[in-house]
């Protein structure tokens, strides 16, 4: 697949089309679609109307299974059966584009029973299952037509599906494993580009991001979507200038997403006001738009200390992306603090998921883990972060706790002095609320060295 800048390869893809017509990540799918809905150097393009975004398998369905007849259908007793087979093939394609899934699968399944090994015909299915939400089955699928006969050239089509099946799922080290290969084999292959600095961004990966597509942006500087995942990882990096020299290439016109951009300028900056007031007319102009809820939820919380407004805008972000890392583990810990445990477990245990070195998961985990009594979790938790990240207070005051409650005295006065040592040196801004003490942590790895010593508080 060769690049083809500002052209509509960035679709809705993700859930729709066929294995050739290779997907892309919802992320910035949906964030730039608005951007993109017409006009010259558009990155996406709207298919008509009324037009199932589908790419045709036809053109090699029925050759592939004459091929499979061929080699694989010893067991047919007639000619007459590998002709009702085709059949059945072509009317689960046709079923395919027209999008009656169920009917799709089931007919797919039906072939798939006489042909186990026919590679671009279990993709097909895996490519149903994905449109359904079932992406544990479609990964089951992409993974056995990887194994399967008659592969060829299009392994990477189907590697490319099974790396965002499993993005989708929220297992991003194992999509970067699989979309890395599509890339050693397709250099040229933008989709797979995108798709893995997504996943880079999902880890918090932002310098790998931003090494992957400056090359990228130098050759092609009008692709939106390049711009818009560059600048993203330079804004997470603090490089506010840079972020703004890429963006200002792109995003000349007053849309959503250079709002979304701007807001997050605005938050680096810690101009919440500013950013609040962004955010409100993109969240106007497209309120589905990916990372607008969070950064919304994330600005009230600091602008504002409504807790309530930002636990909505976090339940809104999950709902356009569930495996949105900081939006899991906000919602969760803000669900902790209203002693909502049960309920804090569900989002927590997601980000865990996504992040499972991240010391703010590890924390929040540890700290909710110890409010239910499951103390032996709890310790395991804190103790790490501590070890960490040892000027993190709130960790020393669970451990204070923790310790106390198990009988460990002598353990549990050395964390109190420990508390008192840090309530000295901090400032008051560490007491604002479990948002800061949190964030404190995000970004930072159980996998690395600890701190040189006690770190003072993000303002």
Same mark, same amino acid.
């Given at each position: 697949?060769?690049?083809?800048?500002?052209?509509?390869? =960035?679709?809705?893809?993700?859930?729709? #089309?066929?294995?050739?017509?290779?997907?892309?990540?919802?992320?910035?799918?949906?964030?730039?679609?608005?951007?993109?809905?017409?006009?010259?150097?558009?990155?996406?393009?709207?298919?008509?109307?009324?037009?199932? #975004?589908?790419?045709?398998?036809?053109?090699?369905?029925?050759?592939?299974?004459?091929?499979?007849?061929?080699?694989?259908?010893?067991?047919?007793?007639?000619?007459?059966?590998?002709?009702?087979?085709?059949?059945?093939?072509?009317?689960?394609?046709?079923?395919?584009?027209?999008?009656?899934?169920e009917a799709a699968a089931g007919a797919y399944e039906q072939v798939l029973r006489a042909v186990p090994h026919a590679s671009r015909i279990r993709s097909n299915l895996g490519a149903v299952y994905s449109r359904l939400g079932r992406y544990?089955?479609?990964?089951?699928?992409?993974?056995?037509?990887?194994?399967?006969?008659?592969?060829?050239?299009?392994?990477?089509?189907?590697?490319?599906?099974?790396?965002?099946?499993?993005?989708?799922?929220?297992?991003?080290?194992?999509? =970067?494993?699989?979309?890395?290969?599509?890339?050693?084999?397709?250099?040229?292959?933008?989709?797979?580009?995108?798709?893995?600095?997504?996943?880079?961004?999902?880890?918090?990966?932002?310098?790998?991001?931003?090494?992957?597509?400056?090359?990228?942006?130098?050759?092609?500087?009008?692709?939106?979507?390049?711009?818009?995942?560059?600048?993203?990882?330079?804004?997470?990096?603090?490089?506010?200038?840079?972020?703004?020299?890429?963006?200002?290439?792109?995003?000349?016109?007053?849309?959503?997403?250079?709002?979304?951009?701007?807001?997050?300028?605005?938050?680096?900056?810690?101009?919440?006001?500013?950013?609040?007031?962004?955010?409100?007319?993109?969240?106007?102009?497209?309120?589905?738009?990916?990372?607008?809820?969070?950064?919304?939820?994330?600005?009230?919380?600091?602008?504002?200390?409504?807790?309530?407004?930002?636990?909505?805008?976090?339940?809104?972000?999950?709902?356009? *992306?569930?495996?949105h890392f900081e939006s899991n583990l906000l919602l969760g810990n803000l669900l902790r603090e209203e002693a909502r445990y049960e309920d804090a477990l569900v989002y927590l245990d997601r980000a865990a998921r996504l992040r499972g070195d991240?010391?703010?998961?590890?924390?929040?985990?540890?700290?909710?883990?110890?409010?239910?009594?499951?103390?032996?979790?709890?310790?395991?938790?804190?103790?790490?972060?501590?070890?960490?990240?040892?000027?993190?207070?709130?960790?020393?005051?669970?451990?204070?706790?923790?310790?106390?409650?198990?009988?460990?005295?002598?353990?549990?006065?050395?964390?109190?002095?420990?508390?008192?040592?840090?309530?000295?040196?901090?400032?008051?801004?560490?007491?604002?609320?479990?948002?800061?003490?949190?964030? *404190?942590?995000?970004?930072?790895s159980s996998l690395s060295g600890p701190d040189a010593g006690p770190e003072e508080p993000n303002p």
């Amino acid at each position: 697949m060769k690049w083809e800048p500002g052209r509509g390869r =960035v679709s809705e893809m993700a859930r729709s #089309r066929l294995p050739k017509g290779v997907v892309a990540p919802l992320r910035y799918n949906r964030c730039l679609r608005s951007v993109a809905a017409s006009g010259r150097g558009s990155c996406l393009a709207r298919p008509p109307e009324g037009r199932p #975004r589908v790419t045709p398998p036809s053109r090699y369905a029925i050759p592939l299974l004459a091929a499979l007849c061929g080699a694989s259908l010893a067991v047919a007793p007639s000619g007459g059966q590998d002709a009702d087979l085709a059949a059945l093939l072509n009317r689960a394609v046709m079923l395919h584009q027209t999008g009656e899934l169920e009917a799709a699968a089931g007919a797919y399944e039906q072939v798939l029973r006489a042909v186990p090994h026919a590679s671009r015909i279990r993709s097909n299915l895996g490519a149903v299952y994905s449109r359904l939400g079932r992406y544990d089955e479609a990964i089951e699928q992409y993974r056995r037509a990887l194994e399967g006969e008659g592969v060829g050239e299009g392994e990477m089509a189907i590697r490319q599906n099974l790396a965002l099946a499993l993005y989708k799922t929220g297992r991003t080290s194992s999509a =970067v494993e699989e979309v890395r290969r599509v890339l050693v084999a397709q250099p040229d292959n933008r989709d797979a580009l995108l798709l893995l600095a997504d996943c880079y961004l999902r880890e918090g990966k932002s310098r790998e991001v931003v090494d992957l597509l400056e090359p990228a942006a130098a050759r092609f500087p009008d692709d939106k979507a390049v711009a818009y995942l560059l600048g993203t990882a330079l804004l997470d990096l603090d490089r506010i200038g840079d972020a703004q020299l890429v963006m200002d290439r792109v995003f000349r016109e007053d849309s959503p997403e250079a709002r979304v951009l701007l807001a997050t300028m605005h938050l680096k900056r810690k101009d919440y006001a500013a950013a609040l007031e962004e955010l409100e007319k993109a969240r106007a102009a497209n309120a589905d738009l990916p990372l607008v809820n969070f950064l919304y939820g994330e600005s009230l919380m600091r602008n504002r200390n409504d807790w309530a407004g930002a636990a909505a805008a976090f339940r809104r972000e999950l709902e356009i *992306d569930p495996n949105h890392f900081e939006s899991n583990l906000l919602l969760g810990n803000l669900l902790r603090e209203e002693a909502r445990y049960e309920d804090a477990l569900v989002y927590l245990d997601r980000a865990a998921r996504l992040r499972g070195d991240d010391l703010a998961v590890q924390f929040s985990l540890g700290a909710a883990y110890l409010a239910l009594g499951r103390t032996g979790e709890a310790q395991s938790l804190l103790e790490t972060v501590a070890e960490h990240a040892p000027g993190h207070l709130p960790t020393h005051l669970q451990l204070a706790v923790l310790y106390a409650r198990t009988g460990r005295a002598l353990d549990a006065a050395r964390e109190r002095e420990t508390v008192v040592h840090l309530k000295k040196e901090a400032d008051a801004r560490s007491f604002q609320g479990v948002r800061e003490m949190v964030t *404190d942590l995000i970004g930072k790895s159980s996998l690395s060295g600890p701190d040189a010593g006690p770190e003072e508080p993000n303002p």
